[in-house]
Nanobody, 124 residues
Framework: QVRLVESGGGLVQAGGSLRLSCAASGRTFQRTHMAWFRQAPGKEREFVAT????????SYTDSVKGRFIISRDNAKNTLYLQMNSLKPEDTAIYYC?????????????????WGQGTQVTVSS
């Protein structure tokens, strides 16, 4: 089994920054993508950012472009999300996900493993 554990969430004022981490452990599997999704209160879970584990290609949802940066540390088997210029509308539970499939990287259904989530709250 693959285990993903997120950390780094918290309460921050608008305009502030947070860095989320997602540590992967457990059995080795050939991942193709890792991603961050988020779910705000009363809303469906949505795609935030993804990184292609094979070629390093990156994609963001429009609302976070220029503010969030997804990155990885292969040696530490860890995924990161640097979140800058945070807005109240970024408030959500943030989930890390990993896929071993060749799928459209923004498709939630294509991800095989999920973390438990970490809460990010941005106050105005």
């Amino acid at each position: 089994q693959v285990r993903l554990v997120e950390s780094g969430g918290g309460l921050v004022q608008a305009g502030g920054s947070l860095r989320l981490s997602c540590a992967a452990s457990g059995r080795t599997f050939q991942r193709t993508h890792m991603a961050w999704f988020r779910q705000a209160p009363g809303k469906e879970r949505e795609f935030v950012a993804t990184i292609n584990w094979i070629d390093g290609g990156i994609s963001y949802t429009d609302s976070v472009k220029g503010r969030f940066i997804i990155s990885r540390d292969n040696a530490k088997n860890t995924l990161y999300l640097q979140m800058n210029s945070l807005k109240p509308e970024d408030t959500a539970i943030y989930y890390c996900a990993a896929s071993g499939q060749f799928i459209p990287p923004r498709a939630e259904s294509g991800y095989d493993y999920w973390g438990q989530g970490t809460q990010v709250t941005v106050s105005s």
